[in-house]
T-cell receptor, first 113, second 114 residues
Framework: KNQVEQSPQSLIILEGKNCTLQ??????????LRWYKQDTGRGPVSLTI?????NTKSNGRYTATLDADTKQSSLHITASQLSDSASYIC????????????FGKGTRLSVIA | DTEVTQTPKHLVMGMTNKKSLKCEQH?????MYWYKQKAKKPPELMFV???????INESVPSRFSPECPNSSLLNLHLHALQPEDSALYLC?????????????FGPGTRLTVL
């Protein structure tokens, strides 16, 4: 069964600190993995997207890594800001034209002053 | 234009009402999706349209009726909904056949059924 597991479920950090979110997946055949940021009551916004041949991808203060052998990904947030408070969702696509995405349950990040 | 728009932003309806949610994109994408998202849960796929034809229906009750009048528009017609249908409804689009098949999400419609 295709699954995406994320940890931790929730995280509270102080403004300015770094943090790392984890994603493990069992999806086959694998096409790509993306990290989305979703503010409460809003649609998800894509942060990074990686295929199996890409090990790392950065987008400003966000850096995602992918280990296709161990089927693990991480999202590292540097110098966190209050506006980083959101849910971060790991999503894996099964290789196909319109195959639905497999969503993780997300990590709820709260950045406090 | 890399945006998916959805209207309305918020909708409150009674169980006997008929309403419609609308989604529009002008990225030339030929696949469009409806998702339902409850609080603190990931989005759940409802329908997929590919080249204006319904290709996936994830066993959604018939009180939800999708429509794709053209390649840029996607509607979700609502009738006789239940309070448990209250959720955030997300529309997304992508281009079939592209390697990464990246889906772009709209801002969502917050639906409350009384």
């Amino acid at each position: 069964k295709n699954q995406v597991e994320q940890s931790p479920q929730s995280l509270i950090i102080l403004e300015g600190k770094n943090c790392t979110l984890q994603c493990n997946y069992t999806v086959s055949p694998f096409s790509n993995l993306r990290w989305y940021k979703q503010d409460t009551g809003r649609g998800p916004v894509s942060l990074t997207i990686m295929t199996f041949s890409e090990n790392t991808k950065s987008n400003g203060r966000y850096t995602a890594t992918l280990d296709a052998d161990t089927k693990q990904s991480s999202l590292h947030i540097t110098a966190s800001q209050l506006s980083d408070s959101a849910s971060y969702i790991c999503v894996v696509t099964v290789y196909s034209g319109n195959t639905p995405l497999v969503f993780g349950k997300g990590t709820r990040l709260s950045v406090i002053a | 234009d890399t945006e998916v728009t959805q209207t309305p932003k918020h909708l409150v309806m009674g169980m006997t009402n008929k309403k419609s949610l609308k989604c529009e994109q002008h990225m030339g994408h030929r696949a469009m999706y409806w998702y339902k998202q409850k609080a603190k849960k990931p989005p759940e796929l409802m329908f997929v349209y590919s080249y204006e034809k319904l290709s996936i229906n994830e066993s959604v009750p018939s009180r939800f009726s999708p429509e794709c009048p053209n390649s840029s528009l996607l509607n979700l017609h609502l009738h006789a909904l239940q309070p448990e249908d209250s959720a955030l409804y997300l529309c997304a689009s992508s281009q079939p056949g592209q390697g990464k098949n990246e889906q772009f999400f709209g801002p969502g419609t917050r639906l409350t059924v009384l």
